[in-house]
């Protein structure tokens, strides 16, 4: 045997050990962080790793694994906890995982004579990861949650760094969208945000809630909200303005309901907040100020009945092309079309060339709850339904019990800042993402980001609920 050979294998099974020292003993940040990873803040793996690592192997897919490593190290699952609400969620979802791979995904396209089911299976493996990640995520919240804080902050901050560095000097190391509005190209997007979406709800609400987060924490987070208000000004989407104007209206109503305070003072610290990305764009993006003024005066014309008429857009009136959507709902009511196997380019080309699939299923991508019930019919709809029902019935009774114990929970601030935007989203779903209601059931990434905040927020229900009859004994 070479000596190079003996070398190397030494080599090999010392890092084999180090490696194996370090996971067990960091068990709880390889997962944390490969559980952000999966959701490619920043769109850095979609972007510049399109193909894949490996052939089609993608990036979720290595950090699914090493999520599922860190999980079995951990031994968090073999923990039973008190409260196991999250077995009936676990159940329903496992069981829609099944209609969708098996109904959706093959005898219905089947039955209609294009069924692809390996393509299927390959474009949609998230979805069958999800019921893991769900337990996963559930147990490692329940045991670990503060250990989620920074990673969180890291990767946000990495994100964003990336984000403004390209859009500053032009030089590309993050990968982003530019789409013109009022000027070419002035409308700037990061492929995908990942969970650090969330940073901006979560720093809006630390502003409303008088304890709050160790100082140098709480300095970031405000930081990166400010950041994360500026990146969705320069995307001048209009569904994104509406979404921070019912953050402010919202947030406020939610934090002064559980918490039992007055909002004001909270609004006064959100004016002195909004000074610095205010400051920012005017340094950096000061024409994004009156293009920010222009989309607001044309959402303030759409609430104007007397001028509204002329500016009626077909996602909300429902023309348009969603006219060959509502068509096809009403030929395919009960199990919908299924999956139909063709990649984007080719829906393009097939709209292009006059085809009514191909221009439904590009209507049905911008008001998803067209899509969502073209895709799943009816019969594929009561399960979500059934979830959807039962989340808001458990956001509400887990309200009243953050209210009636606020006294004991703002003591573990963490947990109720990220309870408090998970309910903040739970809210949205049935609000400001009206029009989107039920995509997370046909697109396996909304169903991943879905199914993990859910189990998110029950780790931290159940943890409160635990230290609530902790302290009573």
Not at 52 to 81: C, H, N, Q
Not at 366 to 371: D, F, L, P, S
Not at 408 to 416: A, G, P, Q, R
Request: aromatic share 20%; proline share 4%.
């Amino acid at each position: 045997m070479s000596i190079y050979l003996v070398f190397f294998l030494v080599a090999l099974t010392a890092f084999g050990l180090l490696y194996f020292k370090w996971l067990t003993e960091h068990t709880d940040t390889l997962f944390w962080t490969c559980f952000l990873l999966y959701f490619d803040p920043g769109g850095f793996f979609a972007g510049l790793l399109d193909m894949g690592l490996l052939g089609r192997i993608k990036p979720y897919d290595l950090f699914f694994v090493l999520m599922m490593v860190a999980w079995r190290v951990s031994g968090y699952w073999k923990i039973e906890t008190k409260f196991r609400i999250h077995r009936q969620y676990l159940a329903v979802f496992i069981v829609y995982s099944l209609y969708f791979t098996f109904v959706y995904g093959y005898f219905v396209p089947m039955h209609y004579g294009y069924n692809d089911f390996m393509l299927f299976l390959q474009k949609n493996r998230q979805f069958l990861y999800c019921p893991f990640i769900f337990l996963a995520v559930y147990q490692f919240g329940y045991m670990s949650i503060n250990k989620l804080l920074k990673p969180l902050l890291y990767t946000a901050s990495l994100m964003f760094l990336a984000f403004f560095f390209t859009v500053l000097t032009g030089i590309e190391i993050v990968p982003v969208y530019k789409f013109t509005r009022f000027v070419e190209e002035d409308r700037i997007s990061l492929l995908s945000y990942g969970l650090s979406y969330y940073i901006l709800p979560m720093g809006i609400i630390s502003l409303f809630l008088k304890d709050r987060l160790p100082r140098h924490f709480q300095r970031v987070i405000i930081l990166l909200t400010s950041l994360m208000f500026i990146t969705i000004v320069l995307t001048l989407t209009r569904r994104e303005f509406i979404r921070i104007l019912f953050m402010l209206i919202s947030i406020p109503l939610l934090t002064s309901y559980i918490s039992g305070k007055s909002f004001g003072p909270g609004y006064r610290k959100l004016i002195n907040f909004l000074l610095l990305p205010l400051l920012l764009l005017l340094v950096f993006f000061p024409v994004y100020i009156d293009f920010s003024a222009d989309i607001l005066e044309n959402l303030f014309q759409f609430l104007d009945p007397d001028k509204s008429n002329n500016l009626t857009d077909y996602r909300v009136s429902g023309g348009g092309d969603l006219v060959f959507v509502k068509q096809i709902i009403i030929d395919h009511p009960l199990m919908g079309i299924g999956y139909y196997p063709a990649p984007w380019s080719e829906v393009i080309a097939m709209k292009e060339s006059g085809s009514i699939l191909g221009l439904a299923l590009d209507a049905s991508s911008e008001v998803q709850i067209y899509g969502s019930t073209m895709r799943l019919g009816f019969i594929g709809l009561i399960l979500p339904i059934f979830i959807h029902v039962s989340i808001i019935i458990m956001a509400l009774k887990a309200g009243r019990f953050f209210k009636q114990h606020f006294a004991l929970i703002k003591n573990h601030i963490f947990e109720l800042l990220l309870a408090l935007t998970i309910l903040y989203y739970f809210i949205t779903l049935f609000t400001t993402e009206l029009f989107s209601l039920f995509v997370e059931f046909y697109h396996p990434p909304k169903f991943a980001n879905y199914s993990a905040l859910l189990a998110l927020f029950l780790a931290i229900y159940s943890r409160l609920n635990f230290r609530l009859i902790k302290s009573k004994q």
